[in-house]
């Protein structure tokens, strides 16, 4: 009995281990991944559409991102966090070579 519970500890130890690059570097189990950073440059596609957003991440990283319709804010909206220095947390997805923003957060 006891030896099971060893393995039982063990065992979530090493898929703890196993998670943590994912945890790390923002993605979920679901694929979707996160960014926060200052925004860098706003593209719209329409009066509440974003076509390209492009932030500068906490990590120091340029990130750019695609949108397929309305991800939360409006471009306008946006504009006011870069022209304010605020950051956003940008949820998105990667489709091969491009990161597709979902949503955004204050």
Do not use: W
Not at 73 to 101: D, I
Request: charged share 25%; proline share 3%.
């Amino acid at each position: 009995m006891r030896c099971r519970k060893i393995h039982t500890i063990l065992a979530a130890f090493i898929l703890t281990l196993a998670m943590m690059p994912m945890l790390a570097a923002g993605c979920d189990a679901d694929g979707t991944h996160q960014v926060r950073g200052q925004v860098v440059e706003v593209v719209p596609r329409s009066f509440s559409e974003l076509d390209l957003l492009k932030i500068r991440g906490d990590d120091g990283k340029l990130y750019a991102f695609e949108t397929e319709g309305f991800v939360g804010f409006t471009p306008s909206h946006v504009r006011e966090h870069q022209f304010l220095g605020q950051t956003l947390l940008v949820t998105y997805e990667k489709r091969g070579n491009t990161l597709v923003a979902t949503s955004l957060e204050d």
